[in-house]
Structure formats: structure tokens, C-alpha cells
């Protein structure tokens, strides 16, 4: 399995931008989607996740600004920013979890998302 994560950027804050991340190969049906950032000098944190049946979480600092989605058909998962802050400002990862007798995970590469104040 292969995530490739695209549409990072510059934007000025109060700005959005959408993130996508594309995964290829074998992918079981029972699995998760999620997106994480990492800001210099911190740990890397959950975003949002959502399941393939549809169910997604946010961590508290995003609830009402972004937006997670997915295509299961392209087997892609998007990030949308709205309302975006210079704190947002980090480098995004997009993480696949599949079930099939165990958990297996894969990460993207990331994709740099920089907020301008």
C-alpha cells in the first residue's frame, strides 16, 4: 500500500485549502483514513480521522474549521481548511489503517502547510 498526500501550500490566514491523499494497492474493506501534522519542535498530532463507513473525529483545536472526507470508490481521503490560523502551520501526513486479522498502517509522506499571519 501507498499514500501519496498533495495540497499543501501558502495561504494567508482566514484562508482555506483542501488536502488530498490518494492510497493505492490491496486496501481491506474495514479500515480508517486519517490526517496528522507536526510543527517544528512538537509532537506529531491527530487531526482527524474517519472511517470507511463514514464516522469522523476532529481534535478539539479544529472542530468547525476543517472537514474530513472520503472517496472510498478512489480510495482517497480529502482535508478541507477553513478559517485557517498561523498555528495551523505544520507539515500534514495522511495514515491508512486496514483490518485484516491485525491492524496494519501506512503513512504518506508529508505535504507542508504554512499559514501566514
Known amino acids: 500500500v501507498q499514500l501519496q498526500a498533495s495540497g499543501g501550500g501558502l495561504v494567508q490566514a482566514g484562508g482555506s485549502l483542501r488536502l488530498s491523499c490518494a492510497a493505492s494497492?490491496?486496501?481491506?474493506?474495514?479500515?480508517?483514513m486519517a490526517w496528522y501534522r507536526q510543527a517544528p519542535g512538537k509532537q506529531r498530532e491527530l487531526v482527524a480521522s474517519?472511517?470507511?463507513?463514514?464516522?469522523?473525529n476532529y481534535v478539539a483545536s479544529v472542530k468547525g474549521r476543517f472537514t474530513i472526507s472520503r472517496d472510498n470508490a478512489k480510495n482517497t481521503v480529502y482535508l478541507l481548511m477553513n478559517e485557517m490560523k498561523p498555528e495551523d502551520t505544520a507539515t500534514y501526513y495522511c495514515?491508512?489503517?486496514?483490518?485484516?486479522?491485525?491492524?496494519?498502517?501506512?503513512w504518506g509522506q508529508g505535504t507542508q502547510v504554512t499559514v501566514s499571519s
Open positions: 494497492g490491496s486496501i481491506f474493506s474495514i479500515n480508517t
Open positions: 474517519i472511517m470507511n463507513g463514514g464516522a469522523a
Open positions: 495514515k491508512l489503517r486496514h483490518y485484516s486479522s491485525t491492524w496494519y498502517e501506512y
